[in-house]
């Protein structure tokens, strides 16, 4: 679950299984009860349906919370990093950054990095199309040290220059959970 819709989709299905919901963060649900096997199944089941993915091995669930930082990083918090990426996911999850990225690339087949700066374009795009702010304050939102590091980095992911791509018809933005 990576956004509002997403939680409130999980939700509706969780409560017609007439369980009761502890806590819902991005990613991640808390019931009341433990689940039998046939319950697993059919919840399995109906997530499918919608796109989702029951996780139930601990390696999934990592990734799964490395990809929901990185989200909840570059999407929903206004402030700065204080540090860098790779001190606060291992803040965040309590695990050796060296593991969390050796992990995460296996299962993925790219890097936290990489995840990061599609995840930051992605943003950009939605900016640019938006068209209510400047380059440099999209650079200055994005944490980026100057508007050239964007444009390069934008450049690389989409093949395209932010200007270009603002004139595109199809402008090839994608979902979060897709990237």
Not at 118 to 146: G, H, P, R, V
């Amino acid at each position: 679950m990576v956004c509002g819709r997403c939680e409130m989709v999980v939700r509706a299905e969780l409560e017609k299984m007439g369980l009761s919901i502890i806590a819902m963060q991005l990613g991640e649900v808390e019931i009341a009860t433990d689940l039998n096997e046939s319950q697993m199944q059919l919840l399995s089941q109906y997530l499918n349906e919608l796109g989702f993915e029951l996780l139930d091995n601990k390696e999934n669930k990592t990734v799964e919370r490395i990809k929901n930082l990185i989200i909840g990083l570059v999407h929903y918090k206004k402030e700065q990093l204080k540090s860098n990426l790779s001190s606060y996911l291992s803040d965040n999850l309590l695990q050796d950054y060296s593991m969390l990225s050796k992990l995460f690339s296996e299962k993925e087949g790219a890097t936290i990095e990489h995840y990061f700066i599609a995840q930051k374009i992605e943003l950009a795009k939605e900016l640019l199309l938006y068209n209510e702010m400047t380059l440099s304050e999209i650079a200055i939102q994005l944490n980026y040290s100057n508007v050239a590091h964007l444009s390069n980095q934008f450049k690389k992911i989409t093949g395209f220059t932010p200007t270009q791509f603002k004139f595109l018809k199809d402008n090839r933005r994608k979902q979060i959970d897709d990237l």
